[in-house]
């Protein structure tokens, strides 16, 4: 068998797939992010499994789809012991380090990894009983309104700066212990998962002085935006001269510029510390993601939990010019979850039988005719996005309005179309499809109705 290749696994938070120069973003500085992109192989139509952050990242872990994996809004987390691409590789002889956050509330804080650096490494009271519940209070159960958030976005340093520049002080740790520890002469043994994991660009909207400087007057923020008519799609807007001045979007769009130019000096911190212990970096699988978008005011509306495009859709890199040559473009659908499967088809690991996962590996290889070009996103216990080629289907419960977008007719995604003649066969198929994931032919009937009647208005969980 040949040598498995190490992985390092990059991923940020709320980042949006066209705030980054390899998108085409001729305004924000990402020079590590776009010489990866280069190098590597981007999928332009990349999906989270959930556009709210536990089920993203739970679902990324295990593979699954949300249903799949039970983790459909904040708070859920996987079963302890559960199946993660973490626990697979490291049952085949990797070790698998992480640094940052993987939003785990359960009392199963490791969930596969050997080694976690630094973190979150906090359990909710929801999983601590009743008295818990009563007394204590959750770390991070307090954030501002996202009015609040925009009129004190800024200079400054947030919690999600500092978090960060420790994960990465902790990382490169790592990786001088793991490589060459002058002290122990040590060698490696073992191949190597490691992941990287920030929380920029997250909220609050914070970077330094001279980042928010240089953004201030470039950025184009987005300004009187029409919000799209839909009980769900139309929640969380700020109406600029209403709930926040012109101005204060301004700041707030400057310093998320500024957080993703951060977080590309952090990942080039790791690199160059690779680079420094000796590691080729084409010998490396290099994989960056985040676990959804961040809407920041387009459709007037801020943060995630929607279908739209910049809060659904991720930026994928994944670098492996050995096996796969550089510089190319997928613009099938893919998800978040088919990282389990392609990780282990990469380091020559069995996939475990139960996921929703599929490997990437032979679109990389060049097989899209074979590809089924389908993605899911879902949360809530009912609201759910299918993609299939260009249309988006979503579906928001028997109360709301079912919307259809035809991306390369309308990629402003301003004209539901879901009534228009043209779509019925299409519409048709995606209700067929809702059925199979919603409920499966084997599925109780009961739980039709109370998930119906868990989110009767598909309203937001968080």
């Not at 696994?9 to 992010?33: I, K, Q, W, Y």
């Not at 950025?219 to 009980?231: K, M, N, S």
């Not at 492996?320 to 998800?335: D, M, Q, S």
């Amino acid at each position: 068998m040949s040598k498995q290749p190490n992985i390092l696994f990059l991923m940020s938070d709320e980042h949006r797939p066209d705030v980054a120069g390899f998108a085409g973003n001729s305004v924000v500085r990402t020079p590590v992010l776009d010489k990866l992109a280069k190098d590597g192989i981007v999928f332009t139509n990349a999906y989270t499994p959930s556009p709210i952050c536990i089920p993203a990242r739970q679902c990324l872990m295990a593979g699954q789809l949300p249903r799949t994996a039970g983790c459909e809004k904040y708070g859920d987390d996987l079963p302890p012991g559960s199946m993660t691409f973490a626990r697979q590789l490291a049952a085949h002889g990797y070790e698998a380090a992480v640094s940052g956050k993987l939003h785990h509330m359960g009392t199963d804080q490791m969930q596969g990894w050997t080694a976690r650096i630094s973190g979150d490494m906090q359990i909710s009271p929801l999983y601590l009983g009743e008295r818990a519940m009563s007394s204590r209070k959750a770390f991070a159960g307090v954030k501002w309104s996202d009015a609040k958030e925009i009129a004190r976005a800024g200079v400054g340093r947030g919690l999600c700066v500092t978090h960060d520049e420790y994960a990465v002080q902790g990382a490169k740790q790592f990786i001088e212990d793991y490589f060459c520890n002058p002290y122990y002469d040590r060698e490696q043994t073992h191949p190597l998962l490691l992941k990287v994991s920030l929380l920029q660009p997250h909220y609050p909207y914070f970077t330094s002085e001279s980042k928010f400087t240089y953004y201030l007057n470039r950025v184009e923020p987005y300004l009187h935006e029409p919000v799209f008519d839909h009980p769900f799609l139309s929640q969380r807007q700020i109406k600029a001269g209403k709930d926040a001045t012109e101005r204060d979007i301004r700041r707030a769009t400057a310093a998320y510029y500024g957080m993703v130019e951060t977080i590309d000096d952090l990942y080039g911190e790791v690199l160059d510390a690779l680079v420094h212990a000796g590691q080729d970096l084409d010998d490396w699988i290099i994989v960056y993601t985040s676990d959804h978008g961040e809407m920041l005011g387009e459709h007037g509306i801020w943060e995630k939990q929607k279908f739209f495009e910049a809060s659904v859709r991720v930026p994928l890199i994944i670098r492996y010019p050995k096996a796969f040559g550089r510089g190319r473009l997928i613009e099938e659908n893919v998800n978040l979850c088919d990282l389990f499967a392609t990780l282990c088809d990469l380091a020559g690991v069995p996939v475990p039988e139960g996921l929703d996962s599929r490997s990437l590996v032979p679109l990389m290889e060049g097989g899209q005719a074979s590809w089924s070009n389908e993605t899911i996103s879902q949360f809530g216990g009912v609201n759910l996005m299918i993609k299939q080629d260009h249309l988006k289907y979503q579906y928001y419960g028997e109360n709301m309005p079912e919307v259809l977008f035809d991306l390369q007719r309308n990629p402003e995604e301003t004209l539901n179309v879901l009534e228009d003649p043209e779509y019925a066969e299409r519409v048709e198929h995606f209700r067929r499809r809702r059925a199979e994931l919603a409920f499966g032919p084997d599925a109780d009937p009961a739980y039709r109705n109370a998930g119906y009647e868990a989110n009767p208005r598909g309203l937001d969980p968080a």
